[in-house]
Nanobody
Framework: VQLQASGGGLVQAGGSLRLSCAAS????????LGWFRQAPGKEREFVAT????????TYADSVKGRFTISRDNNENTVYLQMNSLKPEDTAVYYC????????????????WGQGTLVTVSS
């Protein structure tokens, strides 16, 4: 499975961005998907995850109420809508796919995209 993330960029605090991650697999709907991020000098951390059907989602407390993860199994794409962005959201954002249930643990993910940079200015 190859994952290609896009949609990052520079935005002012309070603004919005929508990240996309396209997957090259015929069995996209078999995978739980997640978004993670890594800020400069910090470890990669969990942001959000969605079940294979899209019916269940989980968010990190730091983004709850501001970010929304969704997926389109017909388009083999997962999205991350980010609203009310803060400077502390600045990071490289990665999408990932898991053959197991949705999870906040990095080690549970089998495939990773290359990352897309989000910069939020104050």
């Amino acid at each position: 499975v190859q994952l290609q993330a896009s949609g990052g960029g520079l935005v002012q605090a309070g603004g919005s961005l929508r990240l996309s991650c396209a997957a090259s697999t015929r069995t996209f709907s078999n995978y739980a998907l997640g978004w993670f991020r890594q800020a400069p000098g910090k470890e990669r951390e969990f942001v959000a995850t969605i079940s294979w059907s899209g019916g269940s989602t989980t968010y990190a407390d730091s983004v709850k109420g501001r970010f929304t993860i969704s997926r389109d199994n017909n388009e083999n794409t997962v999205y991350l809508q980010m609203n009310s962005l803060k400077p502390e959201d600045t990071a490289v954002y990665y999408c990932a796919a898991s053959g197991g249930p949705r999870s906040s643990r990095l080690s549970n993910y089998d495939y990773w995209g290359q990352g897309t940079l989000v910069t939020v200015s104050s």
